[in-house]
């Protein structure tokens, strides 16, 4: 059983690093799908546009997606319609369609080769409280014109999707290239400041563009204490099992989540997910993930993944300035909206109309249960960041890790099968959370907005920009 994505199995990739100052029209920062959905609509646009990766191409959270293509996403619709209103429900609908037409085509006319199969889907449940909130989601459906399947205790749709997220990106990537735009991965954006045009500094270089698109999931520098109140993080995890292809997707209607798809001779399945700041004993979750597929074949792939899941439901995909712009907050169902996010941002950089710049809006209208659910954010948030501080789950974890005080610094022991000691800060470099140790995957998390780092300090996944190296 490998802990790593089955979309990172034979990933082979050839990085340009920056290792110079550069100047642009436009630079992406984030090579995820929305990054280079964005890029690619920019191609022939005659203006010098640069993408920046910290990582590897597509290496956060599209790597670990389970790769639906689709518009029946839980119980979205019905959700929309009541905390806003049937009109943006409706339009939400419309983008999502259109979001699957524009990546199908784009796979089509490219001839990419990304193992796309169409594949019925379905939303399902076992809990027969929730079957009457089935009825409604389909009921609202059909009324928007959708040709439902119904059954006991799901509904379905046929025109949806299934692909391999990194093949599409590699080849996005190859595109994008020979197009003439750049692209610098392992380049981290440490800092970003407003001059007469934007300059974005990595460790040794700076970056000088007119305009700026937040590509990078986590908005890492982003008025950094009024994000997090936006939204929250949804953790998952996901196993592939060796299993017969069944050629379909399937979701439940509530969290915790149990989602599945088919990937040649694997089932993808997904289950546990929580909250971030919640329920953080990730050798329990990775566990009962283990339990509950025992009867459905091998696991040889296991991984976790979160999103970013916005109040109100909906992405943010906007401008933030004339010149800054951000596309992220997809609620889990990014292969859409980051495709969408793409179309949408290219339109704005271009001043072309588009008619989701609206609906996806920083600005959009607000309603009392935006409200309500940014207060649930922030008492969240607030209870999680002080419970870390004073207990740091010692409890869940077994003799290998002690934490202790430095001077004034906190800092965290873990001492390897080979008794050698692995001393870093205990403290997030983004906005100061304790952090807990997962036995499972051998990382330090960050229990409030998800960075991620491995045993020696070093930051694997943000939005921290630095390591937690210990140095002394
Ligand atoms: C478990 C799980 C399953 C999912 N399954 C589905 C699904 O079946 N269908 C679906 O539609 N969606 C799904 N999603 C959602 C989807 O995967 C995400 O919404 C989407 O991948 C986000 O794409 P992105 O481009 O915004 O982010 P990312 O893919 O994370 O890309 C952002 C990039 O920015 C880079 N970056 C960050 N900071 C910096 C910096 N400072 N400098 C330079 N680069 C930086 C990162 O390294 C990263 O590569 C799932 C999500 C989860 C958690």
Same mark, same amino acid.
């Given at each position: 059983?490998?802990?790593?994505?089955?979309?990172?199995?034979?990933?082979?990739?050839?990085?340009?690093?920056?290792?110079?100052?550069?100047?642009?029209?436009?630079?992406?920062?984030?090579?995820?799908?929305?990054?280079?959905?964005?890029?690619?609509?920019?191609?022939?646009? *005659?203006?010098?546009?640069?993408?920046?990766?910290?990582?590897?191409? @597509? *290496?956060?959270?599209?790597?670990?997606?389970?790769?639906? !293509?689709?518009?029946?996403?839980?119980?979205?619709?019905?959700?929309?319609?009541?905390?806003?209103?049937?009109?943006?429900?409706?339009?939400?609908?419309?983008?999502?369609?259109?979001?699957?037409? &524009? %990546?199908?085509?784009?796979?089509?006319?490219?001839?990419?080769?990304?193992?796309?199969?169409?594949?019925?889907?379905?939303?399902?449940?076992?809990?027969?409280?929730?079957?009457?909130?089935?009825?409604?989601?389909?009921?609202?459906?059909?009324?928007?014109?959708?040709?439902?399947?119904?059954?006991?205790?799901?509904?379905?749709?046929?025109?949806?999707?299934?692909?391999?997220?990194?093949?599409?990106?590699?080849?996005?990537?190859?595109?994008?290239?020979?197009?003439?735009?750049?692209?610098?991965?392992?380049?981290?954006? !440490?800092?970003?400041?407003?001059?007469?045009?934007?300059?974005?500094?990595?460790?040794?270089?700076?970056?000088?563009?007119?305009?700026?698109?937040?590509?990078?999931?986590?908005?890492?520098?982003?008025?950094?204490? %009024?994000?997090?109140?936006?939204?929250?993080?949804?953790?998952?995890?996901?196993?592939?099992?060796?299993?017969?292809?069944?050629?379909?997707?399937?979701?439940?209607?509530?969290?915790?989540?149990?989602?599945?798809?088919?990937?040649?001779?694997? $089932?993808?399945?997904?289950?546990?997910?929580?909250?971030?700041?919640?329920?953080?004993?990730?050798?329990?979750?990775?566990?009962?993930?283990?339990?509950?597929?025992?009867?459905?074949?091998? &696991?040889?792939? !296991?991984?976790?993944?979160?999103?970013?899941?916005?109040?109100?439901?909906?992405?943010? !995909?906007?401008?933030?300035?004339?010149?800054?712009?951000?596309?992220?907050?997809?609620?889990?169902?990014? $292969?859409?909206?980051?495709? %969408?996010?793409?179309?949408?941002?290219?339109?704005?950089?271009?001043?072309?109309?588009?008619?989701?710049?609206?609906?996806?809006?920083?600005?959009?209208?607000?309603?009392?249960?935006?409200?309500?659910?940014?207060?649930?954010?922030?008492?969240?948030?607030?209870?999680?960041?002080?419970?870390?501080?004073?207990?740091?789950?010692?409890?869940?974890?077994?003799?290998?890790?002690?934490?202790?005080?430095?001077?004034?610094?906190?800092?965290?022991?873990?001492?390897?099968?080979?008794?050698?000691?692995?001393?870093?800060?205990?403290?997030?470099?983004?906005?100061?959370?304790?952090?807990?140790?997962?036995?499972?995957?051998?990382?330090?998390?960050?229990?409030?907005?998800?960075?991620?780092?491995?045993?020696?300090?070093?930051?694997?996944? @943000?939005?921290?920009?630095?390591?937690?190296?210990?140095?002394?």
């Amino acid at each position: 059983m490998k802990k790593q994505s089955i979309w990172l199995k034979d990933f082979k990739n050839n990085v340009t690093i920056l290792n110079k100052d550069i100047d642009c029209d436009v630079l992406i920062i984030g090579a995820g799908i929305t990054g280079l959905s964005t890029a690619y609509h920019l191609i022939n646009s *005659n203006l010098k546009v640069v993408v920046v990766e910290k990582d590897e191409i @597509g *290496n956060d959270v599209t790597a670990r997606t389970t790769g639906k !293509i689709t518009y029946l996403q839980e119980l979205i619709y019905t959700k929309l319609k009541k905390e806003l209103n049937e009109e943006t429900s409706k339009k939400y609908l419309e983008s999502q369609l259109e979001a699957i037409n &524009i %990546l199908t085509s784009i796979i089509k006319k490219e001839k990419i080769e990304c193992d796309l199969e169409q594949v019925k889907s379905f939303v399902f449940t076992k809990d027969k409280k929730e079957l009457k909130k089935l009825k409604e989601e389909k009921e609202l459906l059909e009324k928007f014109g959708v040709n439902v399947l119904d059954y006991n205790n799901a509904i379905g749709v046929e025109d949806t999707y299934v692909f391999h997220p990194i093949k599409y990106l590699m080849k996005l990537k190859e595109i994008i290239l020979n197009n003439n735009i750049q692209i610098y991965e392992k380049t981290n954006i !440490i800092e970003i400041k407003k001059e007469d045009e934007y300059v974005c500094l990595t460790e040794n270089n700076k970056i000088k563009a007119k305009k700026v698109i937040l590509a990078c999931h986590y908005p890492f520098f982003l008025f950094p204490l %009024l994000f997090p109140i936006k939204g929250h993080l949804e953790k998952s995890y996901v196993a592939a099992i060796k299993n017969k292809n069944r050629k379909m997707s399937m979701i439940n209607t509530k969290i915790p989540t149990t989602s599945l798809r088919y990937h040649h001779d694997y $089932m993808i399945y997904l289950n546990n997910s929580h909250p971030i700041s919640t329920n953080n004993n990730d050798k329990d979750n990775f566990d009962s993930l283990i339990n509950t597929t025992k009867k459905l074949g091998n &696991i040889d792939y !296991i991984w976790s993944n979160h999103d970013i899941i916005t109040v109100d439901h909906l992405p943010i !995909i906007s401008k933030i300035t004339d010149n800054l712009l951000i596309g992220t907050g997809f609620n889990t169902w990014g $292969m859409t909206n980051g495709t %969408l996010a793409g179309k949408i941002l290219s339109d704005i950089i271009l001043n072309k109309e588009n008619k989701y710049t609206k609906l996806f809006s920083l600005k959009r209208q607000k309603s009392l249960n935006t409200f309500v659910n940014i207060l649930i954010e922030v008492l969240r948030n607030g209870k999680s960041f002080t419970i870390n501080k004073i207990i740091k789950n010692k409890n869940w974890y077994s003799s290998n890790l002690e934490f202790k005080k430095d001077d004034s610094d906190d800092i965290a022991i873990y001492t390897d099968d080979n008794n050698q000691k692995h001393i870093v800060y205990n403290k997030c470099p983004h906005l100061g959370c304790s952090l807990i140790f997962n036995e499972f995957e051998k990382t330090w998390d960050c229990p409030c907005h998800g960075s991620k780092f491995d045993i020696d300090g070093n930051c694997l996944r @943000g939005p921290s920009k630095y390591n937690i190296s210990y140095k002394k």
